[in-house]
């Protein structure tokens, strides 16, 4: 069964980009029919969807975060990729790689905690 | 967008009760609702998905019900593993949004 894996910098200064990879196993993005999503959690706090990308490339975003996010996808690595741009403490969160055959998501990846601070 | 609010935002309970959470939606969702289960330090868990329909490998003990706005997910008989953090979310439009969640704690 399909499984992921967050990676990327756990410490980010602000005005910075994040950039997170999730690596995707025991399954081929190209061949899915599913949405590959991004999700974060603030310490304490409640889940944020933040985007997700089809496999033909088509995203969609958060309006919250339009501005900022960009999510991409590499079929040759088995990756989909989150870049967020301009990053302030506000933007200190778990995040997590997830997908949805459907409306909801499952599985989810572990999660990878991204602290911005200078 | 549409707004999720859960309640209550935490209940204390004990091995064997029964359990109730309710989730309600801003506009109406049909049954685009989705509950998880999380525990500390770990991702979520997909649990009942459009709204009463149970995720494969979840007891039964868990059942999800409504549609519209009003929602609710009903552990029958709470067990040692429940004790954790429950989530709706609503996949009838985008932005998909969550509920601020429900800790399930001992009493």
């Known amino acids: 069964h399909v499984q992921l894996q967050e990676s990327g910098p756990g410490l980010v200064k602000p005005s910075q980009t994040l950039s997170l990879t999730c690596t995707v196993s025991?399954?081929?993005?190209?061949?899915?029919?599913?949405?590959w999503t991004w999700i974060r959690q603030p310490a304490g706090e409640g889940l944020e969807w933040i985007g997700r990308i089809y496999t033909s490339g088509s995203t969609n975003y958060n309006p919250s975060l339009k501005s900022r996010v960009t999510i991409s996808v590499d079929t040759s690595k088995n990756q989909f990729s989150l870049k967020l741009s301009s990053v302030t403490a506000a933007d200190t969160a778990v995040y997590y790689c997830a997908t949805a055959a459907t409306n909801w998501f499952d599985p989810w990846g572990q999660g990878t905690l991204v602290t911005v601070s200078s | 967008d549409i707004q999720m609010t859960q309640s209550p935002s935490s209940v204390s309970a004990s091995v064997g009760d029964r359990v109730t959470i309710t989730c309600r939606a801003s506009?109406?969702?049909?049954?685009?609702l989705a509950w998880y289960q999380q525990k500390p330090g770990k991702a979520p868990k997909l649990l009942i998905y459009?709204?009463?329909s149970l995720q494969s490998g979840v007891p039964s003990r868990f059942s999800g019900s409504g549609s519209g706005t009003d929602f609710t997910l009903t552990i029958s008989s709470l067990q040692p593993e429940d004790f954790a953090t429950y989530f709706c979310?609503?996949?009838?439009?985008?932005?998909?949004?969550f509920g601020q969640g429900t800790k399930v704690e001992l009493k």
């Open positions: 506009q109406g969702i049909s049954s685009w």
């Open positions: 979310q609503q996949g009838n439009s985008l932005p998909y949004s």
């Open positions: 025991g399954g081929s993005i190209s061949s899915s029919t599913s949405y």
């Open positions: 459009a709204a009463s």
